[in-house]
Nanobody
Framework: QVQLVESGGGLVQPGGSLRLSCSAS??????MAWHRQAPGQTRELVAE??????TKYVDSVKGRFAIERPNRNTVYLQMIRLKPEDTAVYYC?????WGQGTQVTVSS
């Protein structure tokens, strides 16, 4: 089972930016994705990127978030113009494995 380690979360003011990073223990030949779970809500898929670079985003983050994959075991989530409703634990996923999550809090 692949191990995924996220980093880059934190506290940011509304309108600010953060970049999340995820590193896998081995090469991932399928898609990599970011999910998030806000308090009291179910997890949702935020963004996905295939090995060929095709991307998909949930409507609420289109135009603000960008998923990047520089190699087979690394994925980033660049987030700009953050809103309080983006507050959640963000998880990196690949090959049916999940990372431990990184907290993103958007608050003034």
């Amino acid at each position: 089972q692949v191990q995924l380690v996220e980093s880059g979360g934190g506290l940011v003011q509304p309108g600010g930016s953060l970049r999340l990073s995820c590193s896998a223990s081995g090469s991932i030949f399928g898609s990599m994705a970011w999910h998030r779970q806000a308090p009291g809500q179910t997890r949702e898929l935020v963004a996905e990127i295939t090995s060929s670079g095709w991307t998909k985003y949930v409507d609420s983050v289109k135009g603000r978030f960008a998923i990047e994959r520089p190699n087979r075991n690394t994925v980033y989530l660049q987030m700009i113009r953050l809103k309080p409703e983006d507050t959640a634990v963000y998880y990196c996923t690949a090959q049916n494995s999940w990372g431990q999550g990184t907290q993103v809090t958007v608050s003034s």
